[in-house]
């Protein structure tokens, strides 16, 4: 299944995943809007398109007022955005997502997938999350964290745990994990991901 960003988001927001709130632009003055609907700046301005190393590519910014808003989202509608993924004729962006900037304290990589051999789910995570988590996978595959589920029995409270505290996450996020992962877990079968 390839979505865009903000669909994805779309989706954890219907089985009450938190998200940033946001929402899809496809002109600067659709973005312009959608950054004085939030109220306040930052604001995270990121290219939609099928494919990951956005960040890297140029296609995610910040804006920190409406100039830069308009100037940001100028730029990235309509560039031809090349990452690791799009090969060198890259993608032309044709809509963006605008959404709140957040303090993030912690970055973590998160991921529920079939695994074909073992005819389970696994859960995978990693304290060395986000843009580079492809890096890491290949030359460190130890700082993956895998957690198996029986699909016959489904997602249990202890899974979601597991993952927690392997992730060393502080004893107020083992309760948000708790609750956030096996609302995934529903996500991920109930759309045949």
Not at 57 to 68: M, Q, W
Request: charged share 25%.
């Amino acid at each position: 299944m390839k979505i865009h960003e903000y669909q994805a988001k779309e989706l954890f927001d219907r089985f009450e995943v938190p998200i940033p709130r946001g929402s899809v632009a496809f002109s600067v003055d659709e973005a312009v809007k959608v950054a004085e609907s939030l109220g306040k700046f930052p604001v995270v301005i990121k290219a939609q398109i099928h494919a990951g190393g956005r960040g890297k590519g140029g296609g995610v910014k910040l804006a920190n007022s409406i100039e830069e808003v308009k100037q940001v989202a100028d730029e990235i509608l309509g560039m031809t955005l090349v990452t690791h993924q799009t090969g060198p004729e890259g993608k032309v962006v044709r809509k963006i997502l605008v959404e709140e900037g957040l303090d993030i304290d912690k970055e973590l990589y998160l991921s529920i997938i079939p695994d074909r051999s073992t005819a389970k789910v696994v859960i995978m995570a990693s304290e060395a999350g986000g843009m580079d988590i492809e890096e890491v996978a290949a030359k460190t595959p130890e700082k993956i964290i895998k957690v198996w589920v029986d699909p016959g029995f489904g997602i249990q409270p202890y899974h979601a745990r597991e993952v927690a505290f392997r992730l060393h996450v502080g004893p107020e996020l083992v309760k948000q994990f708790a609750v956030i992962i096996p609302r995934l877990y529903r996500l991920f079968f109930d759309y045949d991901c």
